[in-house]
């Protein structure tokens, strides 16, 4: 692999949260004598020692250790891996799982303000919302919050 497809790769696994936090840990065989393992790749080391425990009957300790990861992180993606196969070893999404912004409170606010003006633009819903909450929320934020509420009560 050249130096730049080797760059890239590292940056798209960082960009996906997929790049191992210590791949100079990683002393398995298979990922220095084959280029087709690579110990950057967090997603195929935790394969890979699941792997060794499963199909070679590593212990959980030796395979953890030669993956450069913990024992509770070898537990943890074996059952991520049960739960969903190969999915369930991806890093799971960072950030809110919900609109956490929007309270009944910030609803009953923003349903009151479009009542009196049906027409009011999205980006002057969340200035005032700032203004009235000391909340920023995206005026995007702000139409799927309203969507999404629309949408359930279908």
Do not use: C
């Amino acid at each position: 692999m050249s130096n730049s497809s080797d760059d890239s790769k590292r940056k798209e696994l960082a960009r996906r949260g997929s790049l191992h936090p210590h791949p100079e840990k990683v002393t398995d065989a298979l990922f220095h004598t084959d280029p087709f393992f690579d110990p950057r790749d967090a997603v195929q080391v935790k394969y890979e020692m699941i792997r060794g425990v499963r199909v070679e009957s590593r212990s959980v300790s030796q395979a953890a250790t030669h993956s450069g990861f913990s024992r509770p992180t070898f537990y943890e993606a074996s059952g991520a891996f049960d739960r969903a196969g190969m999915p369930g070893l991806l890093p799971a999404k960072k950030g809110p799982r919900r609109a956490h912004k929007f309270s009944e409170t910030v609803m009953s606010f923003v349903d009151k303000d479009l009542e009196g003006e049906p027409s009011l633009a999205m980006t002057t819903l969340a200035e005032r919302v700032r203004e009235h909450f000391d909340l920023k929320v995206h005026p995007r934020s702000i139409k799927r919050a309203l969507d999404r509420r629309a949408k359930k009560k279908l």
